[in-house]
């Protein structure tokens, strides 16, 4: 059996991305990406999902290696963005025959984006598609993260066919199975993927899951990131946890500075949380961290706390783009805290008093503001914030 047979008569055919910087030209990919696609050999040769446009080549290539010069029968589309659904049109346009399979949501968009109209089969949720031995049955799972999401089961194999739940970044190099690769980069990175492309939809996974839980699952096939077959019970529970938004006990402490003021006072607060029990801090200045990597911190650990300074009468630029992005992912059961400073003005810690409202979280009520430089008071008051901060934590 080659390496690239998950399962007899079931095919990785993807490719690896090492060259994009930041995927969906935000989130960087310091381990790149793979782009999943998949092909069933039967007595109807099935294609399940495409790759980015620019490896269409390679996907064409990967699928001769396999079929020769037969044919591609279908094509099964479980997600419509465009880094796997972009080669489309020269599927088609090889294969001019091929039926394309998707729900009502995706094949309108297959209009929209690629004008295909012809030839497609609509199929509506729990619907199934005999293609010889096999069954292909597709679940409709709306939100995570496109309206047209859906995975597909084949049952006599027991895989599942997942788009984008399940999913990571990182290439596959060399294996592609978690049986064949050494799986220890993925599973922080999957933390990242979720937290920045999924964040947002945690009611619609957990719908998602209970939807899936009654089938027998022996391999998951996601359209990122490794083939998973011994792992399925933890990368489950991940997505599980995640999109319940439970975390661990720990603080992030996200912060602003210009000229250090600021930063001295989150250095006070996460001295005094070490000093009453709290070990797991992250620290995270966000003009040096991407965003991505703060973001994935917040949806680890329960307690975040977040400081800045004022400027030109509101947030300092990339903490008010932060809370922006938590207020977008509608991150909940946080346990929050903030502190701020300025020089003539202050206005940074009502901005965060007003996001701390609208998120609705435990919000610490020893909330620190500083003028000018950091004196014996405001140390002790960052102290006090921290205390509390860690009574709270050890409490839940």
């Known amino acids: 059996m080659k390496i690239t047979e998950i399962e007899k008569g079931i095919h990785y055919v993807g490719v690896n991305d090492r060259c994009k910087y930041k995927f969906e030209g935000l989130w960087p990919l310091p381990y790149g990406v793979s782009y999943n696609a998949y092909l069933i050999t039967d007595e109807k040769n099935v294609l399940v999902d495409t790759v980015d446009a620019a490896y269409t080549d390679r996907l064409l290539d990967n699928i001769t290696e396999i079929i020769g010069n037969g044919t591609l029968d279908y094509l099964v589309i479980n997600h419509m963005e465009p880094d796997h659904s972009a080669s489309i049109q020269f599927i088609r346009q090889k294969y001019p025959q091929i039926t394309i399979v998707g729900n009502a949501k ?78 220890e980069k993925y599973w922080g990175e999957m933390v990242r993927y979720y937290s920045n492309i999924v964040g947002k939809y945690g009611p619609a996974v957990q719908t998602a899951l209970k939807k899936l839980a009654c089938l027998e699952m022996r391999t998951i096939c996601s359209t990122h990131g490794p083939i998973w077959k011994n792992k399925i019970s933890k990368v489950i529970d991940i997505y599980d946890r ?48 991407d965003p991505s990597y703060i973001l994935q911190s917040i949806f680890r650990y329960r307690g975040l706390i977040i400081g800045s300074p004022t400027y030109s009468n509101k947030l300092f630029p990339a903490v008010e783009s932060l809370t922006h992005m938590i207020s977008t992912r509608d991150i909940k059961h946080r346990t929050f805290a903030y502190f701020g400073s300025y020089t003539w003005a202050g206005a940074a810690v009502k901005h965060l008093a007003s996001f701390a409202e609208s998120m609705k979280w435990d919000t610490v009520p020893c909330c620190v503001e500083m003028k000018q430089g950091i004196t014996p008071d405001i140390k002790e008051q960052c102290r006090a914030l921290a205390r509390e901060m860690a009574a709270r934590l050890k409490k839940q």
């Not at 968009?109 to 619907?127: A, F, P, Q």
């Not at 047209?148 to 596959?172: H, I, N």
């Open 242 to 289: 995640l999109s319940r938004y439970e975390a661990e006990e720990g603080v992030v402490i996200a912060y602003g500075s210009m000229y250090g003021h600021t930063e001295q006072m989150a250095e006070e607060i996460a001295r005094e949380l070490a000093a009453n029990g709290i070990q797991e801090i992250v620290l995270h200045n966000v003009s040096h961290d």
């Open 106 to 183: 995706t094949l309108e968009m297959v209009n929209g984006y690629y004008g295909i109209d012809s030839n497609t089969r609509c199929v509506k949720n729990g619907e199934s598609l005999a293609i010889g031995k096999r069954n292909l049955t597709f679940y409709l799972t709306p939100m995570v993260h496109w309206p047209e999401t859906m995975m597909t089961y084949c049952e006599a194999d027991k895989v599942l066919f997942s788009g984008d739940a399940f999913g990571c970044f990182g290439t596959l190099d060399g294996g592609i199975t978690d049986e064949q690769l050494n799986t």
